[in-house]
């Protein structure tokens, strides 16, 4: 299985500042035939279902904000907040799905307001 | 627009069945596009993935759970469903079904909160 890990755990950052969350993957999720990453982010708020974000490490999905942004290839990604809103406090996750499922998941980070 | 939804016991007794099944409506469950998968999340924890399956019928396990995980489509009715045979108290969690897209990720249901307790 390709093992997923996030950085940092917990995040606190300000108002209208950048947060930057970090995800790497135990081995490439490049496709080198396409030369897609298969990488997504998700956002969890409290009570609610992961939120699809970004697909193919860079590609926001349609109605998602363009302050989310992803970057990366091979094993090491990040996503990037550029303007924090309250309404991005929440949970986000990164998650593999190069390989047959089951599509693994990071451990998760949590962002908040600081 | 497509839509998930579990059903099933929300309370459990230990050594039993947990039982789910989650209801695709707005797209066919058929579609060689997507596998369907359950999800879980522990109070507080992040997110395990328990298994998936093609519309053919095809499954794939998480290791650490596939001694006790059966996880069966029925394309009649638009559904699939999930076993997990002998719980314990550290199989209390939201369990969700999920649309999963090997171009794109994952749509998600509301979840089911699922609780082991006597």
């Known amino acids: 299985d390709i093992v997923m890990t996030q950085s940092p755990d917990s995040l606190a950052v300000s108002l209208g500042e950048r947060a930057t969350i970090n995800c790497k993957s135990s081995r490439s999720v490049l496709y080198s035939s396409n030369n897609k990453n298969y990488l997504a982010w998700y956002q969890q708020r409290p009570g609610q279902p992961p939120k699809l974000l970004i697909y193919w490490a860079s590609t926001r999905e349609s109605g998602v904000p363009d302050r989310f942004s992803g970057s990366g290839s091979g094993t090491d990604f990040t996503l990037t907040i550029s303007s924090l809103q309250a309404e991005d406090v929440a949970v986000y996750y990164c998650?593999?799905?190069?390989?047959?499922?089951?599509?693994?998941f990071g451990q998760g980070t949590k962002l908040e307001i600081k | 627009q497509l839509q998930l939804q579990e059903s099933g016991p929300r309370l459990v007794k230990p050594s039993e069945t947990l039982s789910l099944t989650c209801t695709v409506s707005g797209g066919s469950i058929s579609s060689s596009s997507y596998y369907w998968g359950w999800i879980r999340q522990a109070p507080g924890k992040g997110l395990e993935c328990i298994g998936s399956?093609?519309?053919?019928?095809?499954?794939y396990y998480n290791p650490s759970l596939r001694s006790r995980v059966t996880i069966s489509v029925d394309t009649s009715n638009n559904q699939f469903s999930l076993k997990l045979t002998s719980v314990t108290a550290a199989d209390t969690a939201v369990y969700y079904c999920?649309?999963?897209?090997?171009?794109?990720?994952?749509?998600w249901g509301q979840g089911a909160l699922v609780t082991v307790s006597s």
């Open positions: 399956i093609f519309y053919t019928g095809t499954t």
């Open positions: 999920a649309r999963e897209s090997p171009i794109t990720g994952s749509l």
């Open positions: 998650q593999q799905y190069f390989t047959t499922p089951p599509y693994t």
